[in-house]
Every structure is written in structure tokens, then in C-alpha cells.
């Protein structure tokens, strides 16, 4: 993880983790059109996520998040 002071640094890290769980629990459940919707709200989270932070990460850590970000985009496209 990347130590911070911005605005996230003082979520809990168990409430985030719910929340993206929650987050791609329903939309897999639901499918259809709320499904790729819910998913597509978590894609987009991860990919600002990537973004604001994309100069810190390793060239490694880099890889593994886009090959996370792309898997995500797959599963959103999948449940349609």
C-alpha cells in the first residue's frame, strides 16, 4: 500500500474492502444492465485509483493493476 494524507487515508481499510465486495457481489448477482452498471462504478473507481497514483508504483505494480483493471472491464462486459 501507498501511504498517504489525502482524503482516503482516513477510510478503514475493512470498510473499503466491504464496499468493493459488495460492489462486485451485486453486480455479478444481479447481471443485466444494474450489474455492468455496479461494475462499471467499481472499474472506474480502480482507474482513478491507478491514475492518481501511477508516478509511486513500480513497473511491476503497474502491470498486476492493469491486468486487474482489465479483468474487471471483461467481467462488466460479460454480465451485459
Known sequence: MIPGSGP???VPAPAVFLLVLLLFG???WLQGVVGALL???LALGVAVLLATTWQLLAPSARVLRL??????????????
Do not use: K
Open 26 to 28: 451485486l453486480g455479478v
Open 67 to 80: 491486468l486487474v483493471l482489465a479483468v474487471l472491464v471483461l467481467i462488466t462486459v460479460s454480465v451485459l
Open 8 to 10: 482516503l487515508a482516513r
Open 39 to 41: 461494475l462499471g462504478v
